[in-house]
């Protein structure tokens, strides 16, 4: 059985996320593929966060958080309106994807996608810590994936 990776077409892992996906740009996510969804799979859950936002801003800013994800959906398109999933709140105080905003220096983006065994009946809007949460004790993989973003 192929790994669960999540790869993306726009940019190589730990490499620099391109400018039009940023917050002050077009801020649209970035294009995405999920490869290896391990049987049982219920739905997907996808998280992009900044750690490196701990020292400007005191705290992990949440760039996008969507779960309920169809498994069977291993594109993610650029742009993605996300129909079909439900969308949680960003650090911005958004709903949906909010682009890398980097107020200091080069910062590293992670986009995580976790396959879980359930379906969550987490309301639209919840947090990413309400996301981590309620996948707890549902993940059946974790991908991960790296880009970098500098002012």
């Given amino acids: 059985m192929t790994t669960f990776a999540l790869t ?13 996906y940023g917050y002050r740009a077009e801020n649209v996510n970035p294009p995405l593929s999920i490869a290896g969804v391990p049987e049982g799979t219920q739905s ?40 079909g999933a439900t969308v949680g709140q960003n650090s911005f105080g958004e709903s949906g994807y909010g682009g890398p905003s980097p107020p200091d220096k080069e910062h590293t983006y992670r986009f995580f ?11 639209a809007g ?14 059946l993989a974790e991908a991960l994936l790296t880009g970098t973003y500098a002012p």
């Fill in 8 to 20: 993306s077409s726009a940019f190589a892992d730990g490499e620099p996320i391109p400018r039009k």
């Fill in 44 to 83: 997907l859950a996808l998280v992009m966060d900044d750690p490196d936002a701990m020292e400007p801003a005191g705290k992990v800013w949440d760039h996008w958080v969507v779960w309920n994800i169809d498994p069977a959906m291993t594109e993610i398109p650029e742009g993605w309106n996300q129909q």
């Fill in 113 to 123: 996608a976790y396959a879980l065994d359930a379906t969550l009946s987490l309301e």
């Fill in 126 to 139: 919840a947090t990413k810590a309400d996301l981590q949460a309620a996948i707890e004790s549902h993940v």
